[in-house]
């Protein structure tokens, strides 16, 4: 029975296609919409009203129609990042100890302070263009930078990398310890600095490990 307004039943087809045996290579969560095939850990949603409803900051691992078409490149990389590894098994992340920062006109920084001094462990900073946040808030970054409290920038663009080395302000929030997210989403940032914080790393092993590709989160 055709569901007129609905893309489901090709979606559905579609995803049953790439879990065939053909493509028993591919380890980790996929979405498989709109002919594209997208790392879970990239997807976000970009409309709830139009048939091209996900997208992702990354690119996409393959792409689906009459046929199926995998990158290579991306693929060997998969099969790198799951080369026999048994998943993690943690079931208490830390994540009410990260908060998130919109940089919007007005934001104070007494109320950012509080925040500080509540116990937070990490803070995601949303910023503008690749990461350039306003020169008022070096000093937050100097406080955070002071307790050893992680902060990773990332921007408000939606398919936008927060690079932070393109403009004036963001790099010199990279001299004050902000480190940069370049295409990983909010929801992965969140996971993934609470999954280093339950892994017991340090402030000093953030800079590295943020910006290395664990799951194919950096693509």
């Not at 490149?73 to 998969?78: D, E, R, V």
């Not at 936008?160 to 004050?176: C, F, Y």
């Amino acid at each position: 029975m055709q569901c007129y307004g609905s893309d489901a039943q090709t979606n559905l087809a579609n995803s049953i296609r790439l879990i065939h045996k053909k493509h028993k290579e591919l380890k980790g969560v996929f979405a498989v919409f709109n002919s594209q095939i997208i790392s879970g850990a990239n997807l976000f949603k970009i409309s709830e009203e139009s048939f091209s409803g996900f997208g992702s900051r990354t690119t996409p691992i393959g792409s689906i129609g009459v046929n199926i078409i995998l990158n290579k490149k991306l693929i060997q990389m998969n099969k790198e990042l799951f080369s026999g590894e048994k998943p993690s098994c943690i079931t208490n992340l830390p994540v009410d100890k990260i908060f998130s920062v919109t940089e919007s006109p007005g934001l104070n920084k007494q109320y950012l302070k509080a925040v500080i001094d509540s116990g937070v462990k990490g803070i995601i900073w949303r910023s503008y263009g690749v990461g350039d946040p306003s020169q008022e808030y070096l000093e937050i970054f100097d406080i955070l930078k002071e307790r050893k409290i992680p902060i990773i920038m990332t921007t408000q663009i939606k398919t936008g990398s927060a690079s932070m080395d393109v403009n004036e302000p963001g790099i010199l929030a990279k001299k004050h310890g902000v480190i940069p997210a370049y295409r990983m989403s909010l929801p992965i940032m969140w996971c993934k600095m609470a999954y280093l914080f339950e892994k017991g790393y340090k402030y000093e092993d953030f800079f590295e490990l943020m910006n290395k590709n664990l799951k194919g989160e950096l693509v």
